[in-house]
Every structure is written in structure tokens, then in C-alpha cells.
């Protein structure tokens, strides 16, 4: 091999050298920008979950605790709920309260269970609920089994108080037939968690029954946290549904999660909006038995059979 190749050769290496160097910063810069991209991903979330809002964005109240369908793993136990409705007395008391307290304004309100329609006598909780917050959006949250056995009381009543018809559209229903119903009484119809763009789907949102997971972490990564669905029961405000309705679950399995005066506030202690906005902006002890990194969609929706391990954690999983 001649000198000139073998400087050409030597001159190749070189470059061979410096590319790899530069392919590994640039490695290595992908790497800190997907390292630095993460941490703001993590403040982000840290903010959002911990920043009070400067209002109430949402309330659900159930009109009946159980249910005429039995979904798999839901979020409300309702499927495991003994007969139970809401007493129009109490609700009118606390909802008084409640708009004392913030102005009389609630960004959605949403009248559901359960399944509301199971209520002997529904329509009060309409005029109530308008005339308590009259600027809200109030939502009747349904599976819209029974939507076609309400009478044309049922149907006036929704579209004088101006409540928003949002059933979830569950696969085995003529939803034809109801947006016809709707259409025809003038009601707004309004397909609760755009179920109308996208198949409703089963969902799996295990407890750990040990009380195991730590509480501040699994705060930062629920999807219910700091106001999304806190839910007004007999005067107690909680941060999310499980912690309202976890009754429900020890009673049908013989289990004691506790809830403790920590997990909600009692609305007629309670002295300011600013309280209750703090409240959702921060984990409760109940959190310590949620995890959230284990909570997924199972895909098609389904039935459930009542079953221990559509609630709970899997040993595999621990």
C-alpha cells in the first residue's frame, strides 16, 4: 500500500472517529433534551394537580346508588349497592348550602348514580338543582335504559329547567330512537364522555386493599384529582367517587377501607369556596389505596359478574 493511501486511509478514520463522536452527542442530547422533556412533563402535571382552581368545575350527586346495570369494575361500586335513593329534602338543604358558599355557580353538575332514572320521583331534582344554579350546566347522566319508558312530564320537565340529556351510549340501546324522542320535546341531548364518537369501553381502576400505594403519587397520576368529579353525599363533599361509594364495595365483600374525616368536608363546617378548591388540590388518606399506575381500558365494554377481582389489585401486579 503506498504512503498516499495509506494517508487517505488514516484521514478516513479520522472522520469515522469524529462522526462517532458526534453521534454519540447527539445521543447524548436526545437523551438530556427526553430526560429534561420528562421533568417538565412531571411539573406540569405537579401544577395542574396542586393548583386550586378559582372555581368549582364539577359536582355529581347521585339520585340512586345502584343500578340496573352490572359494568365491570365500576368507579361508583354501583353494581354492588343495596336499593337506595336520594331524598329530594336533604338535597335541596345541601345544595342551598353549597350555592352559599360558592355564589350559586358550578361549571357541570351532573344529577347521576347509579342510574338515576331507577328514582321513583326524578323531576323535583330538576327545579331544584336550576333554580339553585341557574348559570350551571346540569347534566342527567343515564344509561338510557329507561329513557323510553319516562313520560311526557319526564320529558317537559327536563327541557323547562334547561338539564342536559347525557346518556353514555352503551352498545345495546336504540339510540336512534331516543335522539328522535329528544329532538322531538326539544331537549338537549348530549352523549356523556363522547361516547357518541367512540365505543364505550370497560375499564379496570383497582384498589389495593392493603393501603399500600403512596398517597401524594397516586394523587399526582389520578385522572379524578383536584375537582374532576368530586361527589356530595348527606352533606360530606368527597374528592372523587370512590371515596364516596367505597361503603358499597366493604359491605358486598366483608372488606374495611377506611374513610376517615380527612377524606371529605362537611359542607355546613366548611367557611369559604377557597376551602373547598384547597380541599381538591391536595391527596386525602383514602388516596393510599388507589392504583393509578394500574388503571387501563380493557378494550370492548362488558358486563361484569360481580366479581372481587374486577375492583381490586392482582397479586401479579403488586
Not at 36 to 59: D, H, N
Request: charge should be neutral; charged fraction near 25%; include cysteine.
Amino acid at each position: 500500500m503506498s504512503d498516499i493511501d495509506n494517508e487517505i486511509l488514516k484521514e478516513l478514520q479520522d472522520v469515522k472517529g469524529r462522526l462517532s463522536g458526534v453521534q454519540q452527542a447527539l445521543q447524548l442530547q436526545r437523551v438530556q433534551q427526553s430526560m429534561a422533556s420528562s421533568k417538565l412533563a412531571q411539573l406540569e402535571m405537579f401544577v395542574e394537580k396542586t393548583t386550586p382552581m378559582g372555581y368549582m368545575r364539577a359536582l355529581e350527586l347521585h339520585l340512586a346508588d345502584h343500578c340496573n346495570f352490572s359494568c365491570s369494575g365500576c368507579s361508583h361500586y354501583s353494581p354492588l349497592a343495596e336499593e337506595s335513593f336520594a331524598d329530594i329534602a336533604e338535597f335541596e338543604r345541601d345544595l342551598t348550602r353549597l350555592a352559599e358558599l360558592n355564589g350559586g355557580y358550578i361549571g357541570e353538575m351532573r344529577l347521576m348514580g347509579g342510574e338515576p332514572l331507577l328514582h321513583p320521583n326524578i323531576t323535583p331534582f330538576f327545579e331544584v338543582s336550576r333554580r339553585l344554579f341557574p348559570d350551571s350546566d346540569i347534566l342527567l347522566v343515564t344509561n338510557g335504559a329507561l329513557l323510553m319508558k319516562q313520560d311526557n312530564n319526564f320529558w317537559d320537565a327536563i327541557k323547562q329547567n334547561r338539564i342536559i340529556l347525557s346518556p353514555t351510549k352503551y352498545p345495546t340501546i336504540d339510540w336512534g330512537k331516543i335522539e328522535a324522542y329528544a329532538n322531538r320535546f326539544g331537549v338537549q341531548l348530549k352523549y356523556f364522555e363522547q361516547t357518541d364518537k367512540s365505543k364505550k369501553e370497560s375499564h379496570y381502576y383497582p384498589i389495593d386493599i392493603s393501603g399500600g400505594q403512596p398517597a401524594p403519587a397516586s394523587f399526582l397520576r389520578c385522572k379524578m384529582a383536584n375537582g374532576i368529579c368530586p361527589l356530595l353525599q348527606h352533606g360530606k363533599l368527597y374528592p372523587c367517587s370512590p371515596a364516596a361509594n367505597i361503603r358499597h364495595f366493604n359491605k358486598y365483600f366483608n372488606k374495611s377501607l377506611s374513610i376517615t374525616e380527612l377524606d371529605y368536608l362537611d359542607i355546613y363546617k366548611v367557611g369559604s369556596l377557597s376551602e373547598i378548591l384547597n380541599f381538591f388540590a391536595r391527596p386525602v388518606p383514602f388516596c393510599r389505596y388507589c392504583a393509578t399506575t394500574k388503571q387501563r381500558s380493557l378494550g370492548a365494554f362488558k358486563m361484569g359478574a360481580r366479581d372481587i377481582n374486577e375492583w381490586i389489585l392482582q397479586g401479579d401486579e403488586q
